[in-house]
């Protein structure tokens, strides 16, 4: 007779030979255990008009031998160059998919070969997850809410399309209505500036599912919502991806880049600056740091504090960071910033450490300066 030891030792085995089965066959885990770059796009998509558009795309490049993440968020907008198409933003070319074949999967991979040409095809994207906007609100409200900073009013009213936006300055515990609110707003930035704030929303989702008590609701959120989500991704696949996300940094964001196609707006649409592009693909396939050439950087103070541009200058001077210019910023400006335009996020941040301004961001841009800091009104209480 077979004890209870025996039972549990064969169940084992038999767990062990599964796992590396599985792993055998997960083409994801064979790109972590070969340090290979892991390309994912996520679609956020919502009714309008009876059309399923993808309000938003977001591209992720993860890179297991680094522990990286690069977050790429594609404006809806973005003019999209196609023969034998009337088409033109991007968001539009979905719904065309979608309205034809009335299947997400395979309006999902008509995307990712778009994206996919945007990167002038020297990058393959084997995957993607497709979420509608109630299946966002869910999430939300499971996890319970993110907190969130509001520092400018915000109002719209689309009465034909039932959406009713009203929030005032302050801080907020967003419920999934409201933080789908936020996620949604556009002002008069357009694209951008909603981009932004879903940047700003992803940072503030990072750092709450860091706690271990949302942390094990994961398994919950997807049985309430896995129905509603269509992606190619296996449950093995997701599950490597979660492991292998342990390791990022969600609080400080050392590991985490995150930022926006670069391009610049023309009329109503977001026009692609494909010399910049390059050089994402380059940092994408190499993660060649920056550190070891000299860093260019330019201090603007935006401030009613006289001298701190000067100040700071003299402090990342001795860290040996080459300031070719300080000055005044034209307009003054309430929260201090540091804009890396080059992708070099290691000397971003510790330029961030030095100063002591939290807020980072990446926009690719090609100009005399490596890196950008806007004194803010904040900057004397940053620094008490």
């Known amino acids: 007779m077979i004890s209870k030891k025996q039972i549990i030792l064969i169940l084992c085995v038999i ?19 070969t340090n290979q770059n892991i390309y994912l796009t996520l679609f956020g998509t919502d ?11 977001i591209f992720f490049c993860y890179n297991p031998k680094n522990k990286f993440l690069d977050i790429i968020s594609i404006p809806r907008d973005t003019i999209i160059e196609k023969e034998n198409t009337h088409l033109i933003r991007i968001n539009e070319f ?31 994207i084997p995957y993607y997850i497709q979420i509608d906007y109630d299946t966002f609100r869910k999430i939300i409200d499971i996890v319970g809410g993110i907190k969130i900073k509001i520092d400018q009013p915000m109002h719209y009213d689309d009465n034909a399309g039932r959406l009713h936006i009203h929030f005032e300055p302050g801080i907020y515990m967003l419920d999934g209505k409201k933080a789908l609110e936020y996620v949604r707003y556009r002002d008069k930035t357009g694209d951008i500036g909603r981009i932004y704030r ?24 997807f049985i309430k919502t896995l129905r509603n989500i269509h992606t190619n991704l296996k449950l093995w696949d997701i599950l490597n991806l979660l492991i292998e996300f ?38 994408l396939e190499n993660k060649n740091s920056k550190s070891n050439e000299k860093v260019i950087v330019e201090i603007l103070n935006a401030s009613d504090f006289k001298g701190e541009a000067y100040e ?26 540091i804009i890396d335009r080059v992708g070099d996020l290691q000397s971003a941040k510790k330029i961030s450490k030095i100063s002591n301004i939290q807020e980072v961001i990446t926009r690719y841009q090609t100009g005399l300066s490596h890196i950008t800091v806007i004194i803010g009104q904040d ?3 940053q620094g008490e």
């Open 15 to 33: 767990l062990i030979f599964v796992s590396i089965y599985l792993s055998y066959k997960s083409h994801i885990s064979q790109c972590i255990q």
């Open 47 to 57: 009714w309008v008009d009876y059309s399923q558009h993808s309000d938003t795309i």
């Open 94 to 124: 979905y719904a065309y998919s979608y309205r034809i074949c009335k299947d997400h999967n395979q309006a999902s991979k008509q995307i990712l070969l778009i994206i996919e040409n945007i990167f002038k095809n020297k990058i393959s």
């Open 198 to 221: 879903q940047q700003k929303f992803i940072k503030s989702f990072f750092k709450e599912i860091i706690n271990p008590y949302y942390f094990i609701r994961i398994p919950f959120i």
């Open 246 to 283: 342990k390791n990022l940094d969600y609080v400080n964001l050392t590991n985490i880049r995150i930022t926006h196609l670069p391009g610049k707006p023309f009329r109503d649409l977001w026009l692609i600056d494909n010399n910049e592009i390059d050089k994402i693909i380059e940092l």
């Open 312 to 337: 700071l200058t003299k402090e990342l001077r001795k860290e040996g960071f080459d300031v070719i210019s300080y000055g005044n910023y034209p307009v003054k400006q309430k929260e201090s910033i």
């Open 379 to 381: 900057y004397k209480k």
